[in-house]
């Protein structure tokens, strides 16, 4: 046992892992940026009520979630001209942008209305009280739910596997190919599910941190 | 807009029986899997609300090792971890065992917090009032504990069809594996997807209407909107 382990623990092995490892955070940060970024529109939109806007944000929202992932994974990586890994990360986009705007309209919904009619008061316009007085306090109630699913975006990455993208659980299956005992494939996903295991900890960490740092936003 | 040509359409319809076989999967899978991760769920669910730190502990364990790692991850670990066991199950097994334990642990989450919502003090009232416990349980408690409950749970159910098609990658031959082999071997995407995302669609949105429905409920109910009625 100790020699297949050994056999396993050569720093190309490592590497091999590493450059999957390098795959999942890619596509989890654009992941996180573009839905962070598109999802916050369509909450806004949705919040709005404007009778066109809110209407096609409710369809996309309601379309997108409704759908599996590994479903919007496969249909983009046949549909679209993309590289697979890039139309992994488009498809886990918009999948996730579905849910951030529901986050930020609950969120948003969360801002007493007081606030509205306060900042009218003062003169602001409709943007800017979004901009200035609603969305940052609505932004402090929607750090704990964005936080959890911007863990699960770094879980999801590894339904990207499903169209030969080789991020982590990808490498980790590569790999057992050439290392099949027992002890080599405990070895190797217990290595994976340790390193998922960190990325998702220190990410409640961060939004635990987050969290706290804007607590002067009371509500 | 060739990609979805009508052509197309006519070879799905007159292949519609691999599609309804695949959905037979998806609706037995989910199911089953549905029924483990409520098992689970009661039992860690309750365990972490019980006296007894251990049981706290080896909830903690269990619900914190399945949410920080991947579905994905875990089903290939079941996978192939099973033959070196010497355990051999067939796919959908495999597949209702992975689905059950990922959602058991959310679900564990849910029930951990609908019974910490419900104080002592109910329980107290309620059998101070002659009220058996099986009375006041069955009258006071599980009413206030299954309005909590109810939202998040559906939405379980909702994110356990939708990942039942994690099938698809062990070739379990559930709806996603029937639609990604039937446009493997034609070449009609277009149309094999569209039809299964009207499907899993029409599973899905109902019951997220459905616990919406009963979150806005609940809400109201607590905030004494409705306590006249």
Redesign the interface.
Known sequence: MIEELLALAQWHNLRFLWQGLAVTLQISVLTIIFSFLLGTVLGVMRYSGHWLLSRLAAVYVEGFRSSPLILLVLLFRFTTPLKPVNSGTLAMSLFTAAIVAEVVRGGLNAVDKGQWEAARSQGFSWIQILRYVVLPQALRKMIPPLIGQFITVVKDTSYVWVTGVEELTGKGVIILGQYGTASQFFAIFGLIGLIYYLLCWGLQRFGLHQERRMSWLTM | MD?FAAFKWQALFTDWRIFVDGLGRTASTAGLALLLSLGLGVLFGMLATSPYRSGRSVSRLYV??I???????QI??LY??LP?LDVVLPTPVVGILGLGFYHGAYMAEVFRAGIQAIHRGQLEAGLSQGFTYAQTMRYVILPQAAEIVLPPMTNQAVALI?????L??ISGGDL?FQ??SW?ASTGY??PA?LT??LI??SL??PL?RLAKHWEEKSARSRSGEVKAA
Request: charged share 10%.
């Open positions: 990609r914190s090792l949410q920080n790692t991947p579905l994905v991850t290939f670990f192939y971890a070196h939708k990942n039942s098609s994690i698809a990658m996603m639609a990604d446009s995407y277009g997807y299964v995302w899993y669609f899905c949105f997220a």
